[in-house]
Nanobody, 124 residues
Framework: QVQLVESGGGLLQAGGSLRLSCAASGRTFVSNAMGWFRQAPGKEREFVAAISWSAGKTYYADSVKGRFTISRDNAKNTVYLQMNSLKPEDTAVYYC?????????????????WGQGTQVTVSS
């Protein structure tokens, strides 16, 4: 069982940076693959980034590659999403997600646990 709590969202101008945090709790946390997704109004929830806990491998959507970085701190049971060079099109609710398995997947249906989401708004 895994519970996720997100924080770090906010309002900022284009070109700025923001770091989102996802605090996880549960006995099986270290074996879970983790991901970040986002959803803008009227649009589908889309994959942003993911990390495998066992191997430490990271994966990114093409739209954020080179600007966003996903990382983990096992001692704090926390996953981060560092967002740099933010654009107005990055505006969305960002969700942290965890999968029961340790292998990373890139679809919303592949994840079993979700946070409540945190709003990120980027103005031009």
């Amino acid at each position: 069982q895994v519970q996720l709590v997100e924080s770090g969202g906010g309002l900022l101008q284009a070109g700025g940076s923001l770091r989102l945090s996802c605090a996880a709790s549960g006995r099986t946390f270290v074996s879970n693959a983790m991901g970040w997704f986002r959803q803008a109004p009227g649009k589908e929830r889309e994959f942003v980034a993911a990390i495998s806990w066992s191997a430490g491998k990271t994966y990114y959507a093409d739209s954020v590659k080179g600007r966003f970085t996903i990382s983990r701190d096992n001692a704090k049971n926390t996953v981060y999403l560092q967002m740099n060079s933010l654009k107005p099109e990055d505006t969305a609710v960002y969700y942290c997600a965890a999968r029961r398995g340790s292998i990373v997947v890139f679809t919303t249906t592949g994840y079993d646990y979700w946070g409540q989401g945190t709003q990120v708004t980027v103005s031009s």
